[in-house]
């Protein structure tokens, strides 16, 4: 199994951009699907976007056009660059498989401020 550390979360304006970033170590990294997750207060774990080990991208509805995931399987890392940040894009952004591991990072709190 592949071990997660997210991190580059932040407060920042509406309208802004900031970068998250997800350390993988073990596993076979270049093959596998990834993709970052979010979970707002009260509300249940959601994919905002993924990527395959060959590059191609999907992205939730709500992100489409704002945020852009990438990855370095040289280096096993995975990003996601946020722009036209909104409040509500405010949550713990997690990194991980798709499908995700049962086993979840700390997550990294992202905060869109009005």
């Known amino acids: 199994q592949v071990q997660l550390v997210e991190s580059g979360g932040g407060l920042v304006q509406a309208g802004g951009s900031l970068r998250v970033s997800c350390a993988a170590s073990?596993?076979?990294?270049?093959?596998?699907?990834m993709g970052w997750y979010r979970q707002a207060p009260g509300k249940q774990r959601e994919l905002v976007a993924r990527i395959t080990g060959g590059g191609s991208t999907n992205y939730a509805d709500s992100v489409k056009g704002r945020f852009t995931i990438s990855r370095d399987n040289a280096k096993k890392m995975v990003y996601l660059q946020m722009n036209s940040l909104k409040p509500e894009d405010t949550a713990v952004y997690y990194c991980?498989?798709?499908?995700?591991?049962?086993?979840w990072g700390q997550g990294t709190q992202v905060t869109v401020s009005s």
């Open positions: 073990g596993g076979i990294f270049s093959i596998m699907a």
């Open positions: 991980n498989r798709n499908p995700p591991y049962a086993s």
